[in-house]
């Protein structure tokens, strides 16, 4: 037995010495990456110095730290192809599988300069980073020949070089040896090969999803600052392009949205806006009150008896509106939060296939409610019980200028948490604390998490809900109970008389009466003004006209601006004028629905067939042309951002 050990000892420490090789080898293509990226960092900053200027060299130079985890994310991402053929060289050492390895590294470091060279001559003017907006003047290879100058050429082809010259440069100082020094193959050297790419493969996976967390990794994790500039700088520009061009193949809708000419689609949309009179009831004591916006995760209509005599697992939220002014056919843009938050603030309205907050290079073009509010003195806050990374939604509130946007990162780290929230009510806590060291007026905004699976609340006696969609509506029940409990709290302290609150869900959900993501009613959500801001007269009052979240911000706005000038906001109707047209836009997967007086319908954009159809054929063709031409006027705007 001790001969056998003997023997095993030094093949094992042959292999072992190889093992260690081998890792470090990864090791150093994952430096090379971010090394590589911190150089194009320091370009982008010396042919941008005027606007590091601006925004302060002090801030700016924090985006090599807050830069690392994104980067790590992108260099695990571009190791993956080369350590495969590193690999596959070690195993079956013939000069083909070498000049594979060696092709495929060049061509994404080629790839790797060419982004950050494009993105540093195009930041001056465009203020993003280079997404796939670069493909649209590349399809029209005359607008790039007439616009682009001799020195915009220059300086692309300088920096490429430059960092061609440092990629070459480091690439010989890191891998050279593995090429030069002649190494004994045998069955040792390829078992130590192949026990480590199996070992560190799924690490490279990791790596690139960005950890163990539920939610993978977004650019909103390198952001760290006001400045879009800096936040700029600071996500990986490898990594950004590469999601906007996964973004930009689904979004490339010109082939399966509907036609029609455009001058129709204006009159036809212009038509939807029109309003008999200008008049409108004034709901509110006064022209500035504070606004709490809760953003209710997932919360359905279907499941609130208040609303659609279903479900009824909101027994204080019924209540409540009795006592404020309840929108009853509010719907929801889309079936994720990101896009329920950018219509709320936003509103815009939501495209099938398009995210606005993954795009920030559109959603910056576009006003946001708080940027009118600062107008006016408001402070605006934002805070998420989970990681704002999901959807960009982060990124989203911080490009829009909010004064603070806190998620799970800000929470007391002895505070109990679920596996992906914080429970509603100690994110109620926190806000209420954040409202009450904030000076009036302001735009306090909390979205919730317990309602979104894995449903991550304390068990309680009253949750005893039995059937289909336990879990969900269970966790209904439980926000229901912290979202009374925290208002009850809120009317003891002296701002809550100056308060509108603004109750509304990000996007509905599936329940025992509601289960098909197709129909409309799957996307009926809640929406409630309530408070002592609300007149006497206005409370348990029902409005039942057809609506959208993106409505919102035109309601409240022609409130607190009485002057009624709402051009920042063209897509967004006043609920309460009383000529306002009923319809509502949503999206489906690879689709889009409509609702009207008259019923909905869904439409499948691979199919091009309906998914669904609840409207009398005799009303369909007019519903159709109304959803055709809001669809071609609205993507044509967006187009142009």
């Not at 960092?41 to 924090?62: D, T, Y």
């Not at 000038?565 to 489906?588: G, Q």
Request: aromatic share 14%; glycine share 6%.
């Amino acid at each position: 037995m001790l001969r056998i050990f003997h023997n095993l000892l030094p093949l094992s420490r042959f292999v072992m010495r190889n093992v260690v090789n081998h890792i470090l080898s990864l090791l150093k293509i994952l430096l090379f990456w971010v090394l590589l990226f911190d150089v194009m960092r320091i370009l982008f900053i010396v042919h941008n110095a005027s606007k590091v200027n601006l925004v302060g060299w002090q801030e700016v130079l924090k985006a090599f730290v807050f830069s690392f985890r994104l980067d790590m994310t992108a260099a695990g991402m571009l190791s993956i192809l080369p350590f495969l053929f590193f690999t596959i060289w070690k195993l079956f050492p013939l000069k083909f599988f070498k000049i594979v390895l060696v092709t495929v590294f060049s061509i994404e470091v080629l790839v790797v300069l060419l982004i950050h060279a494009g993105e540093i001559n195009a930041y001056p003017e465009w203020n993003h980073k280079l997404s796939s907006r670069v493909f649209m003047h590349l399809a029209n290879p005359d607008e790039v020949g007439r616009t682009a100058s001799a020195g915009m050429v220059f300086w692309f082809l300088l920096y490429s070089v430059l960092g061609g010259l440092f990629a070459y440069y480091l690439s010989r100082r890191l891998f050279i040896g593995h090429f030069k020094t002649k190494e004994i193959y045998n069955w040792k050297t390829k078992l130590a090969s192949f026990l480590v790419f199996i070992i560190f493969t799924p690490f490279l996976i990791l790596l690139s999803r960005g950890g163990l967390q539920p939610i993978p990794i977004n650019i909103d994790a390198a952001y760290y600052s006001k400045s879009s500039l800096a936040n700029d700088l600071s996500v990986n520009s490898t990594y950004y392009f590469g999601k906007s061009y996964l973004l930009f193949n689904r979004s490339n809708l010109d082939d399966v949205f509907p036609k029609m000419d455009e001058k129709v689609a204006s009159k036809i949309t212009a038509e939807l806006y029109e309003t008999k009179t200008d008049s409108f009831p004034i709901i509110l004591k006064g022209e500035r009150p504070n606004l709490v916006f809760i953003v209710l995760e997932g919360w359905s209509a279907n499941a609130m008896k208040s609303i659609t005599g279903k479900g009824g697992v909101t027994p204080f939220f019924d209540e409540m509106a009795k006592e404020g002014l309840l929108f009853s056919k509010c719907y929801a843009d889309g079936g994720t939060s990101e896009i329920g938050n950018a219509c709320i603030f936003g509103a815009f309205p939501a495209l099938p296939e398009i995210s606005m907050s993954m795009q920030p290079e559109k959603h910056r073009k576009l006003p946001a409610f708080n940027e009118d509010l600062k107008q006016w003195g408001y402070y605006s806050g934002y805070r998420f019980s989970g990681d704002l990374k999901y959807g960009n939604i982060g990124s989203f509130f911080t490009d829009h200028g909010f004064d603070a946007v806190k998620d799970e990162k800000d929470f007391p780290a002895d505070m109990p948490k679920g596996k992906l929230n914080y429970y509603d009510e100690d994110l109620f806590k926190l806000l209420k604390r954040d409202i009450n060291n904030t000076k009036e007026p302001f735009m306090q905004c909390a979205f919730t998490g317990s309602t979104h699976s894995p449903y991550d609340f304390p068990k309680r006696k009253n949750q005893n809900y039995v059937g289909e969609e336990q879990d969900y509506m269970n966790s209904m029940i439980y926000a229901d109970e912290s979202l009374h409990n925290f208002i009850q709290q809120c009317k003891k302290e002296k701002w809550y008389k100056n308060t509108l609150f603004v109750f509304v869900a990000d996007h509905g959900h599936t329940t025992p009466n509601q289960s098909d993501p197709n129909q409309g009613a799957y996307f009926h959500i809640p929406l409630l003004f309530y408070g002592e801001m609300l007149k006497p007269e206005w409370r348990g009052v029902k409005n039942e006209t057809i609506c959208n979240q993106h409505d919102i911000v035109g309601t409240l706005l022609a409130q607190m601006q009485r002057n009624r000038d709402m051009s920042r906001y063209p897509w967004s109707k006043n609920i309460l004028n009383p000529s306002t047209k009923n319809f509502a836009l949503h999206t489906v997967t690879r689709g889009y629905g409509w609702i009207n007086e008259d019923g909905d319908f869904s439409y499948n954009l691979d199919l091009k067939d309906y998914l669904n159809q609840n409207i009398a054929p005799n009303k369909m063709p007019q519903a159709e042309k109304q959803c055709k031409a809001y669809l071609v006027e609205l993507y044509k705007n967006y187009k142009k951002l």
